[in-house]
């Protein structure tokens, strides 16, 4: 018997450019599912909220009710010095002066705020230096105003070193100051960025070219360009390059210790503290202790004072914030070398 074989089963015939069934979605990855950790969302949130309360605690908490503290006053004459002593008390430091030249010189030198003495018939001449800023020359006039009113006596201002035409509010140093630390602090934070694409030593190059490169600029705008900061120009870029590269070697040192936050700690210690505390819109001797003891130890702070004295002093005390600004950088850049060479050795190991 002939035996039959079995048909085939038909195919269905698929059209020309029909596209082919897709195949069933493979199932999710074991843990996608899960909620994100609390961490990601707290970190983000309490990193912006103290910010926040730190750059609002400090601009406008030092600027709420500024009070003299030791503000540094040469008085010509042992009997006034000991009556103004007695009178203001801890307000003033009064260095006495052998006569009206040296109380002068001494203002000229950037030794103290202001300088005393008396005139004929009784008057008081008061000589400031309006290249200290508004809020000192103000709080000196307030002071030794409110000893003459008690003594009944008359007082005439000078104003032996004065602030230039372009920059009557004396706040020139300060967004100089402001503008280079945040350079430094954004070539930083891109720099840490660059991790996986430039050796140490190709990104430890790229920080001290730019920061040169920040330096000049800003000191050619500043000084020549717009005359608001009548400083030599190659000592200011100098000053300027050293604040650039003390922010940008500091900014990468937290980023490479501290990690996501190092970037939030920069921002609070140099943009923060630092600016806030650095004696220009305040001056120092208007700061609370704990804001004078930090202001000269921070960059802004150190770089204001150098471009005051460049500019006003004749550089006579500019060679503590250059000190300060240079250990800024060499011990953040030294610091960021170690921990890298750390990393090597335990990695070989």
Known sequence: MATTAPSATPVPAVAAGTPAPSAPPAPPAPGTGRRPPVRAWLQPAVIALVLAAAFIGCYIGLQ??????????????????????????????????????????????????????????????????????????????????????????QVTTEDVVPLTRYDTRGLAGFYLAFGVTLAGFVLAQNALGLAGLLRLRHRFWLLSAVSAAVGTVAAVLAGPVLGAVPAPVLPLAFTLTLLAAAAAFATK?????????????????????????????????????????????????????????????????????????????????????????????????
Request: charged share 15%; net charge positive; aromatic share 4%.
């Open 64 to 153: 709420r009710d500024p009070q003299p503290h030791h503000v540094p006053i040469a008085v010509t004459g042992r009997e006034l010095a000991d009556r103004m002593r007695g009178a203001l008390g801890d307000s003033v430091e009064v260095h006495p002066a052998a006569d009206a030249a040296s109380a002068r010189r001494a203002l000229e030198r950037h030794e103290v705020s202001a300088a005393l003495g008396e005139g004929p018939g009784g008057r008081l001449n008061l000589e400031v230096a309006g290249a200290y800023g508004p809020s000192t020359t103000s709080a000196v006039k307030s002071l030794v105003g409110a000893y003459a009113e008690g003594a009944g006596r």
């Open 253 to 349: 040192l937290l980023g490479t210790y501290l990690g996501p936050v190092g970037v939030p700690a920069a921002t609070l210690l140099l943009l923060t503290v630092g600016n806030s505390t650095s004696g220009a819109a305040i001056s120092a001797d208007l700061l609370p202790p704990a804001a004078h003891a930090v202001s000269a130890l921070l960059p802004p702070g150190a770089a204001v004072r150098a471009i005051t004295d460049l500019s006003y002093f004749h550089g006579a005390h500019v060679t503590g914030p250059l000190v300060t600004l240079a250990a800024w950088a060499v011990t953040a850049a030294l610091l960021v070398g170690l921990r890298s060479r750390l990393r090597r050795t335990a990695t070989a190991g």
